[in-house]
């Protein structure tokens, strides 16, 4: 059987355990507690180790989902995850704080990923508040050295095709940068 | 059959045997050059009708009628193909076919109203356009081009068709509120009468629905250039995506994902295009114009000159993993959906 990670991280509030609820085929197997930063995000529970769900694609290939833990206080695990992710969604919610600095702080924390295409990055609760937008984000990663193409998205974790769009492009774009259809000539008339 | 397409079918409705023989084997033939998986089917579903062969004086020789039928068996084309046919011909018929379907995706109804405005998309105003503009899907992406140009801040423009209005684009507030008579422009495609600018939000049902104006625009662009380069696409341009098209609110499919990587990458042809996501050109175009309305293309001067033939297919180590999963994603999605 291979397995396939695919890590799904970002502040918390984002939506990460929802999104993996809406994606994983088993019951998200979920480790909240508690949540002891209620004056920072205002959500009763919080995720303490791991959010865990899976997709089983045939007989022979598993998608297993991980979502890590928000608070930075646990970003040892990341760098554990980090080493077996295909790929990794970050999402952000955009009533938070500073929304486009953890953007930017997650780029350069799964750096390895991202260099080669393998970050998608979904705004949550823009519904809530419009501003930031898209292109906000994208001039803001820009300003911070990195290129253009890097895909985002407005999305609602509890929508089951936002979150199937999301991952189709994370694996589109890691299939691209890889050049695997890269190699196509033509003929001129 | 491959699962990340759409699947439509073929069904004859009195349509001879030798008939039914040449679309099957013209299918097969034709494999690499559709958008869409096509089969042969008895019952109704999303696809194509095909009666049988009568005289037609005004083509002068028999033909077969053909209806694009959507999944809840509305009529959204129809067109005629020669007896006997040729594969060429057969070829055109089901890409005008396909791109009728596309269409009707990008005018499906949305279940979720407004779930967000783009700071960045249309922001325009009403000031010194208020006369009535007869035009097609063309003139109104032009139109809409000219006013995403032109910062401004309010007003509305709403398009109509034999006087009902189909849409209202809410200028100020970058959304759109979609009127139930949309469903006329997929049966009048070159025909929009009525493109008109206005200071009052008009006349609202209960059954319209509000969506952000990027929608709209996607509509516009997907539908302008009728799988052709619209004017302000030169057609031996190479283009890159400056950003990706915020799916989430733009009806789409698994194509237009793919050619979003690949355009984000480097500017790219749309010939090459085309054969790297193995996408027809018209599709590539409707693509092209859609995200180019919206504002997100870059033209630019090809930088090296066309070489080779054909694709070629090959596969380098490190990603035919991930183009293995994304295949098994692909159909177990599918399989869902």
């Keep these: ?189 | 059959m491959s699962a990340n397409k759409p699947v439509y079918s073929i069904r004859f409705e009195g349509a001879g045997i030798q008939a039914q023989a040449m679309v099957q084997t013209m299918l097969q033939v034709d494999a690499v050059h559709v958008t869409a998986d096509w089969v042969i089917a008895d019952t109704p579903r999303i696809g194509v009708e095909i009666y049988d062969s009568v005289f037609d004086g005004a083509a002068g020789q028999n033909v077969y009628c053909a209806r694009a039928l959507t999944a809840e068996g509305e009529c959204i084309a129809e067109s005629k193909l020669p007896n006997p046919f040729r594969l060429m011909q057969f070829v055109e018929f089901i890409n005008n076919a396909e791109t009728s379907f596309e269409r009707y995706q990008a005018l499906l109804p949305e279940t979720t109203a407004v779930p967000q405005v783009p700071a960045d998309s249309m922001s325009a105003g009403s000031a010194g356009m208020r006369d009535v503009v007869q035009g097609d899907w063309l003139a109104l992406a032009q139109q809409l081009r000219a006013i995403n140009q032109v910062p401004q801040t309010s007003g509305y423009l709403s398009v109509s068709i034999d006087s009902f209005p189909v849409a209202t684009i809410d200028l100020g507030n970058n959304t759109y509120r979609r009127h139930a008579n949309i469903r006329k422009l997929l049966a009048h495609t070159n025909v929009i009468n009525s493109i008109r600018s206005h200071e009052d939000s008009g006349p609202q049902a209960a059954t319209d629905v509000i969506l952000p104006s990027d929608n709209f625009l996607w509509i516009a662009g997907l539908m302008a250039g009728n799988g052709r380069p619209v004017p302000w696409c030169p057609p031996d341009q190479a283009y890159l995506l400056k950003r990706w098209p915020n799916f989430s609110v733009l009806n789409h499919n698994m194509k237009m994902i793919e050619m979003a990587a690949t355009m984000t990458r480097r500017p790219i042809r749309p010939k090459e295009l085309s054969l790297i996501s193995q996408t027809g050109e018209a599709q590539v175009w409707n693509f092209i114009n859609a995200v180019s309305l919206l504002g997100l293309v870059e033209a630019r001067v090809p930088e090296e000159p066309l070489t080779a033939q054909a694709p070629q297919a090959k596969s380098a180590n490190g990603h035919d993993g991930v183009s293995t999963l994304l295949n098994k994603l692909r159909k177990r999605f599918a399989q869902v959906a």
Aim: aromatic residues 6%; negative net charge.
């Design chain 1, 1 to 189: 059987m291979a397995e396939h990670v695919i890590l799904v991280a970002g502040p918390m509030g984002a939506g990460k355990t929802t999104a993996i609820q809406s994606l994983s085929e088993v019951p998200v197997v979920s480790t909240e507690a508690a949540n002891t930063e209620i004056d920072r995000v205002n959500k009763a529970t919080t995720t303490v180790a791991l959010d865990y769900g899976e997709i089983s694609l045939d007989d022979t290939d598993k998608i297993r989902l991980y979502g890590v833990p928000g608070q930075r206080r646990f970003d040892f695990m990341w760098r554990i995850l980090e080493k077996r992710a295909v790929g990794l969604i970050v999402l952000v919610n955009n009533d938070t704080e500073q929304p486009l600095e953890e953007v930017t702080y997650f780029m350069n924390q799964f750096a390895s990923i991202h260099q080669r295409g393998g970050l998608v990055v979904g705004v949550t609760r823009s519904d809530l508040k419009a501003e930031p937008g898209i292109g906000d984000y994208l001039m803001h990663i820009e300003e911070n050295g990195e290129t253009h193409g890097m895909p985002i998205f407005t999305v609602d974790p509890r929508n089951r095709d936002h979150m199937v769009m999301m991952l189709f492009s994370l694996l589109t774009n890691i299939q691209s940068r890889a050049g695997a259809t890269d190699n196509v000539c033509l003929s001129q008339g």
